[in-house]
């Protein structure tokens, strides 16, 4: 089987400073992929790469089967983003929220309704579908986010350190989320800074100073480090970085 993202020696510089560093990996349909790294190794920039927001200064990479070079546009109909931020309308109602994006991602009014209904349902937030978003805690407001990217059944998912600043237990349920949506085929490309987030991935990188330093199956990368966990890895790895934070 093709991998749904393939990239080769993609780099991107600005000026002087080169943020990702001729990085090459695959990932496979249906795959949980961590891509991990401390603020400032280069994992935002590219996942924006990747997503068609950014063009690279070299390299070459395919999402999807689109060229990101010369098809960012394509790529963006056929994956979901979810930010730390989750891109949600305060001042909306969820369901609101969901059918401006539906209509974003094209949609058509049958689609919406059904892939609403559907959504709202595996929440258990039917009741909650006129709750202004602005009202929701926080753990609520990131699972409507979720549902939000993945409402048009993309063939990937990005998600940009989406469990920042919420509890542990929150980012357990959250991650549930993620496991249905593999189980159903979907590409989950996730970056964190959480290494027990790292257990939970099918396969993790490690990226330091804009290079990956370190791509396997947790298992095998506490194997390879003699680690007992992937902070230990992770620590390993990050011992020689010389960018800041």
Partial sequence: MNPIIHVENLCKQFGAFVAVDHISFEVRQGEIFGFLGANG??????????????????GTGTVAGFDIRTEAEQIKRHIGYMSQRFSLYDDLTVF??????????????????????????????????ETLVGALPLGWKQKVAF?????HKPEIVFLDEP????????????????????????????????????????????????????????????KQFAATSMDEVFRTLARGAKRAE
């Avoid at 190794?41 to 070299?58: E, H, N, V």
């Fill in 41 to 58: 190794a280069g994992k935002t920039t590219a996942m924006r790469m990747l997503c068609g927001l950014s063009f690279p200064t070299a």
């Fill in 96 to 129: 609101e929220n969901m059918k401006l994006y539906a209509g974003i991602y094209g949609l058509s009014k049958q689609q919406t309704a059904q892939n609403i209904e559907e959504k709202l349902a595996q929440l258990d937030f039917t009741a909650e579908e």
């Fill in 147 to 151: 549902s939000v990217a993945t409402l």
């Fill in 163 to 222: 469990t920042g600043g919420v509890d542990p237990i929150t980012r357990r349920q959250f991650w549930e989320l993620i496991y249905e949506a593999a189980a159903n085929d979907t590409t989950v490309f996730v970056t964190t800074h959480y290494m027990d987030e790292a257990e939970y991935c099918s396969r993790v990188s490690v990226m330091v100073d804009g290079q990956i330093k370190a791509l396997d199956t947790p298992r095998n990368l506490k």
